[in-house]
T-cell receptor, first 114, second 112 residues
Framework: KAGVTQTPRYLIKTRGQQVTLSCSPI?????VSWYQQTPGQGLQFLFE???????NKGNFPGRFSGRQFSNSRSEMNVSTLELGDSALYLC?????????????FGPGTRLTVL | EDQVTQSPEALRLQEGESSSLNCSYT??????LFWYRQDPGKGPEFLFT???AGEEKEKERLKATLTKKESFLHITAPKPEDSATYLC?????????????FGQGTILTVHP
């Protein structure tokens, strides 16, 4: 079974630009969660989508948004980029039908904001 | 607010020198405690899920245990390839769909 895939793997943007990251979950998984990982804050939860609906959201500004498509693929968008948005962005997929589901992570997208 | 604290922040071992990593948590309504391994530049790789106090799981040189306040990841006779950052995360009840709360991780280095 193919794992979680994320594209692109690396991105370099400048302040004020916007960016869209993509995540394809494991086949059969309907839940996609997004996380931001930085050396100072570690892994922090951004939001979760299940069957095209956002079910949960972390404490991030409205510049961070996402969506999920009918095939469970998900995208996240960051508008008006700031230097502090430089991070590894990880998505994780799971069945999403139980609070005890295991999440499986993709390789991440490394975003650098100059 | 859910809190997860891992210790030590970094651990250096000689090959074959067994040790333990600690993950202490303060949460309301634990639904699961997860251990992941993360290599530099890669996404976390799932290791174990523990659901209730007293539960233990093993995989090769790793053994995870859970009490009501903490979890331990025991590494027996580690090898250099076990070098990685080990992350602990919790899932709680309520409206925590899709959300794992992570500790800061323990960076493990195993010298040959």
């Amino acid at each position: 079974k193919a794992g979680v895939t994320q594209t692109p793997r690396y991105l370099i943007k400048t302040r004020g630009q916007q960016v869209t990251l993509s995540c394809s979950p494991i086949s059969g998984h309907r839940s996609v969660s997004w996380y931001q990982q930085t050396p100072g804050q570690g892994l922090q939860f951004l939001f979760e989508y299940f069957s095209e609906t956002q079910r949960n959201k972390g404490n991030f500004p409205g510049r961070f948004s996402g969506r999920q498509f009918s095939n469970s693929r998900s995208e996240m968008n960051v508008s008006t980029l700031e230097l502090g948005d430089s991070a590894l962005y990880l998505c994780a997929s799971s069945h999403g039908t139980s609070l005890t589901d295991t999440q499986y992570f993709g390789p991440g997208t490394r975003l650098t904001v100059l | 607010e859910d809190q997860v604290t891992q210790s030590p922040e970094a651990l250096r071992l000689q090959e074959g020198e067994s040790s333990s990593l600690n993950c202490s948590y303060t949460v309301s309504g634990l639904r699961g405690l997860f251990w992941y391994r993360q290599d530099p530049g890669k996404g976390p790789e799932f290791l174990f899920t523990l659901y209730s106090a007293g539960e233990e799981k093993e995989k090769e040189r790793l053994k995870a245990t859970l009490t009501k306040k903490e979890s331990f990841l025991h590494i027996t006779a580690p090898k250099p390839e076990d070098s990685a950052t080990y992350l602990c995360a919790v899932r709680t009840g309520g409206t925590s769909y899709g959300k794992l709360t992570f500790g800061q991780g323990t960076i493990l280095t195993v010298h040959p």
